[in-house]
């Protein structure tokens, strides 16, 4: 099987194009995106060729588009659907899924993205891929192109969390930190792209590795037992992920295996770095592009390419967008940690800060079916808690000193 | 001459103003407009210039002095999570 990718189409004005490494319109500028053969996908996907497939992302190939020829495969997505009933019964809602995408291979989501974009990027001939990234993206590729042997360059802003640096390094790409913020990065990694013939992953095959979060939107919705909730929560930094779950649900519609979906898309946001959140609560489908400053370090996109078009879909599906101060990222991370046993990054606090807000706004009713993304692992921004937690009981090897320590603690006498 | 592309960002002051239409007067630039999209609030015009580079800067400067933001045009930032 090679893919049923058939064009790439303009987002704006329709125009189509062949597919090459290619992103944006000659003519108008507008993003493209890839178009693809659904009558072929309806053949090639039921329940049942679905559901017989491998337990990745790759259960999913026929919807994705590259040729599966050749990915590098290392085990991504499929991760697990939680019921989260205590986390639920915290903020006010009946039934809460949690999507736990803290379990892919480099503990992000973003190994979703990159898994289409390696495999595309191989498919076109190219033999270096290259990203800028503030962390996830850089491990998600710098991982993959070690299982690929490609050479890979990843530039990252000097000021990042520890463990993201070095959750690069280990796969030895030639990892770059630019003295500079974000909009340095930036720029340097705009004019690079136009001088090295390098597959940039989120630049010149950007609209096929953001076809990969598609396939949150598949998973969810078989997980469910085919059909789809009624409200799903996902953070924003591109807004590129939030678009391409909805894109996802109604491919799955359009090929017949679920019914018409009805789910609200709400977007989440760092108050620090909020432009789309801040377009929705001022009423209005254009953003104004911020300077980030916020421990989400991931989210931390002033300019979001895809901020319009999340935007539209709120719109579309009756969803809407909240943000979350640095205080509430911590504390939506400890709840989520306490309540459920899962241990999210900075990201995953927005997520659920933003869904508590959305509950005791209301704009969630309690009877809704929510799905909360929660896309990366808590290890990766572990400066963001470490003051956080409960200090140990520090104690001597011996029976009493630890009960007169477990006795301070809760303030009564504990009996041995 | 290669054509330039900025993204210029208004917001509610600017936005009932001709802006693009005074910079193509009051400076020795072309403008074209790309892709736009403007409402009560705000609005954003990705605008292609084609002059000399100091005259375009200069025209870019007297944008930014009316409040208007300037970025450069590109779909975004490239910068990822
Ligand atoms: C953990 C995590 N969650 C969410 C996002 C949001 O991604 P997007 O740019 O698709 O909105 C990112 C990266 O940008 C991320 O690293
Ligand atoms: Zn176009």
Known sequence: ?416 | MPERHVRLTFGAEQVREPLVYQMGHQFKVVTSIRMASIDRSVGWVILGLEGDEDEINRALDWARAKGVRVDDATLGDVVEG
Not at chain 1, 33 to 51: F, K, L, M, W
Not at chain 1, 72 to 100: H, M, Q, Y
Not at chain 1, 129 to 139: D, E, Q, R, W, Y
Not at chain 1, 182 to 187: A, I, L, P, S, T
Request: hydrophobic letters at 40%; glycine letters at 8%; charged letters at 20%.
């Open chain 1, 1 to 416: 099987m090679s893919s049923f990718n058939r064009a790439l189409k303009c987002r704006e004005c329709g125009r189509e194009y062949a597919i090459a490494p290619i992103f944006s319109c000659e003519f108008c500028f507008g993003p493209l995106e890839v178009a693809y053969d659904y009558d072929a996908i309806r053949e090639a996907a039921t329940r049942d060729i679905i559901e017989s497939g491998p337990n990745t992302l790759w259960r999913y190939a026929p919807f994705l588009p590259c040729d599966p020829a050749y990915k590098v495969d290392l085990g991504t997505g499929f991760t697990p659907l939680l019921r989260a009933d205590r986390l639920a019964k915290a903020i006010g809602l009946d039934t809460l899924w949690i999507k736990n995408d803290t379990v892919n291979p480099t503990w992000s989501f973003k190994d979703r993205v990159v898994s289409v974009a390696i495999a595309k990027a191989r498919e076109f001939g190219f033999d270096a891929i290259a990203c800028a990234s503030t962390g996830n993206l850089a491990n998600s590729v710098a991982a993959h192109a070690a299982g690929a042997g490609m050479e890979c360059f990843v530039f990252i802003p000097d000021d990042l969390e520890r463990g993201k640096v070095v959750g690069s390094a280990i796969y030895d790409p030639h990892l770059v930190t630019v003295r500079g913020s974000y909009d340095d990065v930036n720029r340097l990694c705009t004019e690079l792209s136009m001088q090295f013939n390098w597959a940039f992953v989120n630049i010149n095959v950007r609209p096929y590795y953001a076809e990969g979060s598609r396939s949150l939107g598949y998973e969810i919705a078989e997980q469910l037992g085919w059909r789809t909730p009624d409200h799903i929560v996902a953070p924003m930094a591109s807004g590129s992920m939030f678009t391409k779950i909805w894109k996802g649900i109604k491919e799955f519609h359009h090929v017949g295996l679920i019914d018409e979906p009805h789910t609200r898309m709400s977007g989440a946001q760092a108050t620090g770095c909020s432009p789309i959140s801040t377009a929705f609560a001022n009423d209005t489908l254009n953003f104004i592009p911020q300077k980030p400053n916020t421990i989400a370090k991931s989210l931390a996109i002033g300019n979001p390419a895809d901020g319009y078009y999340a935007l539209k879909q709120m719109e579309e599906t009756g969803g809407g967008a909240e943000m979350a101060t640095d205080e509430e990222i911590v504390a939506g991370i400890k709840l989520l940690a306490e309540t459920e046993g899962i241990f999210a990054e900075t990201a995953g606090g927005v997520t659920i800060a933003c869904l508590k807000r959305l509950v005791a706004s209301g704009f969630i009713k309690r009877g809704e079916e929510t799905v909360a993304i929660i896309s990366g692992g808590g290890l990766k921004t572990i400066e963001a808690v470490a003051d956080e937690v409960t200090e140990p009981l520090h104690i001597q090897p011996t029976v009493n000193s630890f009960t007169e320590a477990l006795s301070a603690r809760r303030g009564a006498p504990v009996s041995v």
